[in-house]
């Protein structure tokens, strides 16, 4: 039996990086989960892989700035299997180029703020009622070190992220006393399908991006899928408005040691182009 058995899973962006890697291990502890993602054949490539080795998954197409298409994405899980228990917000897109509160377009901030943030509210506002009626479930938001530190040129994205946060703590005060728990996670980088293929391109830049973390790599999906499993469990019952970093230790560093080692690091390697 697994820790998650006759529970009811929808892990949005479920098809591949960090949510497929999360539907599957959800699935793995006996979750039935539905993949909520906007690519089909992505999503359903990720429930082969789930039922090939005894998982039950099925797939929802869903436009996560539409608030009928998110309501229709919760009724879809409880109609399937009866109930709802866990929750994982992870999808985000953006469609226009981020940038400086200069350059940034309206319509892109709009968009940013809509699949990241409005979605989130959208998603636990809909979950919520399934959630009380089997006596409470877990919500984890997918938030980034970004919500913690600022990087040039990508408002929409820091901006949501820090909102994301926020969000995790105040929901948690609204709904611990009906038995949700709501926590986030603010992963580092973290080596999906699409990036992989464009380090692989690049592969003296990656090295560079390996060498900040201080465990001399960067993260994998599985990494935050386990810390997923974590924080929905019953060993994390007792935590809940937490943001979980799991990032190999980049956001410890003092920056201005850190910007020591990354000279030593050109100086070792002349060879690398940023």
């Known amino acids: 039996m697994g820790s998650f058995e006759n529970r009811v899973a929808i892990v949005t962006g479920g098809a591949t990086g960090i ?8 699935a793995q502890e006996g979750a039935r989960v539905l993949i909520a993602d906007v690519n089909m054949d992505l999503a359903k490539n990720n429930v082969e892989q789930i039922q090939k080795v005894g998982g ?43 940038g400086s509160a200069e350059t940034l377009s309206e319509s892109a901030w709009d968009y940013a703020m809509s699949v990241m943030v409005k979605a989130i509210f959208l998603s636990v506002k809909y979950a919520v009622p399934h959630m009380v009626k089997t006596g409470g479930g877990s919500i984890v938001n997918m938030a980034s070190v970004h919500g913690m530190m600022a990087a040039r040129g990508v408002l929409a994205y820091d901006t949501a992220k820090t909102a994301v946060i926020g969000m995790t703590r105040q929901m948690a005060l609204d709904f611990g006393p009906k038995g949700i728990r709501v926590n986030a996670i603010c992963p580092g980088h973290i080596v999906t399908e699409r990036i992989a293929e464009g380090w692989k391109k690049d592969p003296t830049r990656f090295r560079l991006i390996e060498s900040q973390y201080p465990v001399g790599r960067a993260g994998k999906p599985e990494d935050i899928a386990h810390a997923v499993r974590f924080l929905c469990s019953d060993e994390a019952s007792f935590i809940t408005g937490h943001a ?21 690091f050109f100086r070792d390697h002349p060879d690398t182009q940023i």
Request: contains cysteine.
């Open 244 to 264: 979980l970093v799991v990032d190999g230790g980049l956001t410890l560093q003092l920056q201005e040691t850190f910007g020591i080692s990354q000279a030593q």
């Open 19 to 26: 949510g497929g890697a999360t539907a599957r291990r959800l």
């Open 56 to 98: 039950v998954a099925d797939v929802c197409v869903v436009d996560l700035s539409r608030s009928d298409e998110v309501e229709g994405m919760v009724n879809r899980a409880v109609a399937l299997w009866g109930r709802l228990d866990i929750l994982v917000n992870n999808a985000w897109n953006i469609r226009e180029p981020d």
